[in-house]
């Protein structure tokens, strides 16, 4: 379990809007982390930081934030698809990549009514949705759940078909543990953060963080 800590919401806001969070931890000595919680950018500090240390690392760390925002998006090679449009658009091009263009949906769209499954399709009226809470995950995840449900237009069934057409893409098999590493951690109220390279975090104290020593 989680050390006892401090957690304070400020007025801060990141480049994009997203409200910040500072968090103070006994447990923590030496290191400053930051991950995204729920669409909250939270900063975890050592519990003995005087004002003045806070307001420097939590600038530092935002900024680190921003960066791996941008690096994450430059290699996915695509802007995250936002809108139901953005997403439609964005499932023929993995359809045609990956797939041969053979999956052809009638509508794409995001949901908020999922809640038990990252997605779902209806190949009799190729109709796909994508959960809602898919959108912080990395652009990978997204896309292997995207074209998991696309090649569900193709073969309903989970049987060698199906996942033969999923073994096209490079990242099925690390995108299924994260999404099973998320679902673990969630299950047991656990923060299911993201690491710096895109991993389910194992630290309970500090999911998905960015870290760096105080020095």
Do not use: C
Request: aromatic fraction near 6%.
């Amino acid at each position: 379990m989680a050390g006892a800590g401090n957690r304070s919401s400020t007025s801060l806001t990141t480049a994009e809007g997203a409200p910040v969070e500072v968090r103070r931890s006994a447990r923590r000595r030496r290191t400053v982390a930051a991950f995204w919680e729920n669409g909250t950018a939270v900063v975890a500090i050592p519990a003995h930081f005087s004002g003045a240390q806070e307001r420097e690392w939590v600038q530092r760390m935002l900024e680190k934030l921003r960066a791996q925002g941008t690096r994450g998006r430059k290699a996915a090679g695509t802007r995250r698809a936002g809108s139901d449009a953005e997403l439609a658009a964005h499932a023929s091009v993995l359809s045609a990549k990956y797939l041969g263009g053979r999956a052809v949906p009638t509508s794409v769209r995001w949901v908020t009514n999922q809640n038990s499954r990252w997605g779902s399709a209806t190949p009799s009226e190729g109709t796909i949705r994508l959960s809602h809470k898919l959108q912080p995950m990395p652009q990978w995840v997204i896309d292997y759940v995207l074209l998991h449900e696309l090649a569900h237009l193709l073969v309903a069934a989970h049987n060698a078909a199906f996942w033969r057409l999923l073994a096209a893409y490079p990242e099925t098999e690390r995108a299924k543990a994260f999404l099973e590493g998320v679902s673990f951690a969630t299950a047991r109220g656990l923060p299911a953060g993201v690491d710096d390279v895109g991993n389910p975090a194992n630290d309970v104290d500090a999911a998905g963080e960015l870290e760096d020593a105080a020095r």
